[in-house]
């Protein structure tokens, strides 16, 4: 596909000498398209040609001709604003599309490439925290979109499986077994006697003393122990797959924290080795005082390793398996300073290369409209697999009410149920608080999930009642030449920019937001323009424009994790 900001930095190469590529990276969209498809901000060379700007873009403007490719160019201000040829435009991006079909948009700059994505990774034998819901869809998305881009998406499913809260479960069990009812769910009633244990411990100093005591039985082989952690490493998987298969979630690995217990050694040795380890109040640290962070504990002072020790381990394990090109750890933002410790140390241990390689992404928390915190309120564990249960089930409703002879009613339901948690979950840059609220979330006319899926089925219903979907070779593009036509096809022309810069800033959020706007150009498209009309040859181009939205409609909500429905 031709590709618009080469041919202008091209251009504007032939005037100035400067490098291509540098000029290129100038070259901005301007956010109100009255200004023009793309915009040369000139003050980039001011200090270069020891000019003003604006004298600059009209000096530019003197030399450059229009062409075939752009049809107008102005100067606003200090800028030199390019109108790409509106005709060229249109053959390009849907000529591409009949020449890719479902691949449209696809790359392949990260062919050869493994990327690590560590996501999901909740803590078993406890509650399953929302925020572990955040991680999941986010990591879910990045995996997707790394693929588009060609690279191998490795998904580690970073189990925490080890630790005290199992010590918690196993004296609990062995008190109060009797008084919970496990024919129903196992794995309920463990999370009843994790959260009961937690709660009277602290009246009750003499259960943490217990706690630990049954961990350290686990971590010295004990057989009873360690079936009971079997068990429950068991039990709790086999509750997170209903909903890893709800969000359609896939993990190469589910090596989780208990995996490297016996794999800490090697790096504990390589950090002696490489004189990294101090002493310090009886624990063995890695001092990182010179980088202003606290020191990454690696030995505490009782002797044990700590999540910092493992998740080193875990680390250079994945270097050796998967020598990847980037690392991504989806965790939320209270863990910023372990991943800068860990990445540190590495770096310090001689690693540069992977070190620079990784990155923790970060996100905010999950709260209700009132700024409040969801499932903070000690006590009350919030299942994800519930939430989803409850959004499926209220869509089911609105279903029942609104259009009750659908058919395959189920499966609509789920797919719009699940879709809208996810949408809502990417719908704003990461780092932001996500609001939880389901007025809001399940609305079909707002800017979520069941929206896109709501336009999407409305491409199918035109393209079902046509009954067809033209040639590329029928499709006169003059009849696609009104404002809202043009609108859209600038929108698909940007979907493969628009996915790369979601991988550059690991934001699935910025494909959302390009679906949103996709979306509702083609409503606005759709409302002002008939599409099956007199005209065959203005009804052909509009049904191929159609279909070539549905389609990239679709393909971008699957890279978020979503799924579409035919109907709704
Ligand atoms: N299990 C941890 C938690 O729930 C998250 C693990 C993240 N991944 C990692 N490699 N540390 O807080």
Request: negative net charge; proline residues 3%.
């Amino acid at each position: 596909m031709i590709d618009f900001k080469d041919k202008i930095a091209e251009k504007i190469g032939n005037i100035i000498n400067m490098d291509i590529q540098e000029l290129k990276s100038y070259i901005e969209i301007p956010k109100d398209s009255t200004m023009g498809d793309y915009a040369f901000p000139c003050f980039r060379l001011a200090k270069e040609l020891k000019k003003v700007p604006n004298m600059i873009a009209n000096e530019l403007k003197d030399q450059l001709a229009p062409d075939e490719v752009v049809e107008k160019i102005e100067v606003v201000g200090g800028y030199l604003n390019f109108y790409i040829a509106k005709s060229l435009l249109i053959k390009t991006v849907l000529e591409e599309i009949a020449k890719t079909g479902d691949d449209y948009g696809k790359q392949d700059i990260g062919k050869g490439k493994n990327v690590v994505i560590d996501y999901s990774s909740p803590n078993i034998a406890k509650p399953f925290h929302i925020g572990h819901l955040r991680s999941t869809v986010i990591g879910g998305s990045l995996y997707k979109i790394y693929q588009f881009l060609g690279y191998k998406s490795i998904g580690i499913n970073y189990l925490g499986d080890w630790g005290i809260q199992f010590g918690k479960v196993m004296a609990g069990y062995s008190m109060w077994k009797d008084e919970y009812d496990f024919s129903k769910s196992e794995i309920d009633a463990i999370l009843k006697i994790y959260v009961r244990y937690s709660k009277e411990e602290k009246e009750n100093p003499e259960l943490t003393d217990l706690a630990k005591k049954w961990f350290k039985k686990l971590e010295d082989g004990d057989e009873e122990a360690r079936k009971t952690w079997e068990w429950l490493r068991k039990i709790s998987l086999e509750n997170y797959e209903k909903t890893y298969k709800l969000l359609n979630c896939k993990f190469d690995s589910y090596h989780g924290e208990a995996y490297y217990n016996d794999k800490m050694d090697k790096v504990v040795e390589e950090l002696e080795q490489k004189h990294l380890l101090v002493e310090s109040e009886g624990a063995k640290v890695v001092m990182l005082d010179e980088y202003d962070m606290p020191p990454c504990i690696i030995i505490t002072s009782s002797g044990t390793t700590i999540y910092a020790t493992r998740d080193l381990a875990a680390l250079k394990d994945r270097i050796e398996s998967y020598h990847f090109a980037k690392a991504l750890y989806v965790v939320g933002n209270e863990q910023q300073l372990h991943f800068k410790q860990i990445f540190k140390v590495l770096e310090l241990m001689g690693y540069e290369e992977y070190a620079k390689n990784c990155e923790h992404i970060p996100f905010g928390l999950v709260v209700d409209k009132n700024g409040e915190k969801i499932g903070s309120r000690k006590g009350n564990s919030v299942s994800l697999e519930e939430i989803l249960q409850e959004s499926i089930e209220k869509v089911r409703k609105i279903i029942e009410e609104k259009n009750p002879q659908l058919q395959d009613k189920e499966e609509i339901a789920r797919k719009v149920g699940v879709g809208a948690i996810i949408f809502n979950d990417l719908a704003n840059s990461r780092i932001k608080d996500e609001i939880f609220d389901w007025d809001m979330l399940l609305n079909f006319n707002g800017e979520t999930g069941p929206y896109i899926q709501y336009i999407f089925v409305r491409t199918n219903g035109v393209i079902k009642k046509a009954g067809y979907v033209p040639e590329i070779k029928e499709v006169e593009i003059e009849k696609l030449l009104d404002n809202e036509a043009v609108n859209t096809v600038k929108l698909l022309y940007a979907f493969g920019e628009t996915v790369k810069l979601a991988a550059e800033k690991n934001e699935p959020s910025i494909l959302a937001r390009y679906l949103i706007d996709l979306s509702q150009s083609y409503s606005n498209f759709y409302n002002e323009h008939k599409i099956i009309c007199e005209d065959k040859k203005t009804q052909d181009a509009r049904l191929y424009l159609t279909s070539a939205c549905g389609r990239v409609i679709k393909k971008g909500a699957e890279l978020l994790g979503m799924e579409m429905p035919d109907e709704m």
